[in-house]
């Protein structure tokens, strides 16, 4: 099993950016996969960026050049650094783990863009 706690979410102007963290129960280098999903109200959840156990990363085509995904291994943490950030980016954030093909999912953190 995998928990997954997510922090570092609020109220941001547009333009400005914001630093997700999402915290493993267990050692990120086991997991196969981890990312960032975001659903925003009366939207499908969708894929933001990912990052498998290797270090291959990708992103959807909305944030490519403005959000960065990133580990630190010894804290067992993944990372979302969110910049330029618009409002169309106002969402409730989840991390996600792949771990032995099962889906783990942390309790979301609201970003919200807005003037």
């Known amino acids: 099993q995998v928990q997954l706690v997510e922090s570092g979410g609020g109220l941001v102007q547009p333009g400005g950016s914001l630093r997700l963290s999402c915290a493993a129960s267990?050692?990120?280098?086991?997991?196969?996969?981890m990312g960032w999903y975001r659903q925003a109200p009366g939207k499908q959840r969708e894929l933001v960026a990912g990052l498998t156990s290797g270090g291959s990363t990708n992103y959807a085509d909305s944030v490519k050049g403005r959000f960065t995904i990133s580990r630190d291994h010894a804290k067992n943490t993944v990372y979302l650094q969110m910049s330029s950030l618009k409002p169309e980016d106002t969402a409730i954030y989840y991390c996600y783990a792949n771990y032995y093909l099962l889906d783990y999912w942390g309790q979301g953190t609201q970003v919200t863009v807005s003037s």
């Open positions: 267990r050692s990120i280098l086991s997991i196969s996969r």
